[in-house]
Every structure is written in structure tokens, then in C-alpha cells.
């Protein structure tokens, strides 16, 4: 069992920055495909981006196109993944899920399908809220 861990969440004005991690406690996420997803209130969860485990290629949702940058720790071992929010909107403010795919490949289906779905990530986190105000 992996135990992911969400960060980096909190408060900020619209066209502000905010950095999220997602690491797990004793494992290395540096082979997994890590996903981002957000959940508003009264809405379904939705992909946001992704990296794969494989070669580290991305995807990003259209909506956080030019916005977001996600990006691996390679330094330390640890395989962190980090989800750089710039030019924040209101319509950014949801609760942001970071998900693990152990096989790795969820991320290479995600850009071949041109969607990041949900289904088939094995492992969790809690979630850490991000409020956009106006």
C-alpha cells in the first residue's frame, strides 16, 4: 500500500501562483505515473495533468495549458512530483487529488487519448484544497 501525500494547497488572489507535491511516505514514486486531478464542489472529479514513469513525458488538460507545469524530483531520490499552478483563475478553486499509477503507462494512454481519466489509478492521496478568490 502507497500512501500519497498532498501540498502546497491554500489561498490566493486570482492571477496568483501556488506549488502542489505529492510524495509518499517510505516509497519512491520515481516509477509510477503520477496524475493530478481536482474536484469542485458539486462537480465529478477531472484529470488536470500528468507524468509518466516511464520517460517522463507530460499532459495537461487543455483548461491548464500554458498555466500549470508538472515536473518529477529526480535529485533525491524520492521521485516527488510537483504541480506548478501560475495565472490562477477562480474557476481553478477545487480540492487536488494526486493519484499513482504503478504500471506507469496510465500517463502515455492520457496523451494518446487526448483525456486524463481516473480509472485504474491504483493509489491516492487525501487531497489538498486550493481557493482561487476574485
Known sequence: ???????GGGLVQSGGSL??????SGHTLKRFAIGWFRQAPG???EGVSCISGEDGS???EDFVKGRFSISRDKANGTGTV???MNNLKPEDSAVYYCGADVEGYRCLAA???GVLGD???DFWGQGTQVTVSS
Open 1 to 7: 500500500q502507497v500512501q500519497l501525500v498532498e501540498s
Open 111 to 113: 496523451q494518446r487519448a
Open 58 to 60: 507530460t499532459y495537461y
Open 119 to 121: 480509472r485504474d489509478f
Open 19 to 24: 506549488r502542489l507535491s505529492c510524495s509518499a
Open 43 to 45: 462537480k465529478k472529479r
Open 82 to 84: 510537483y504541480l506548478y
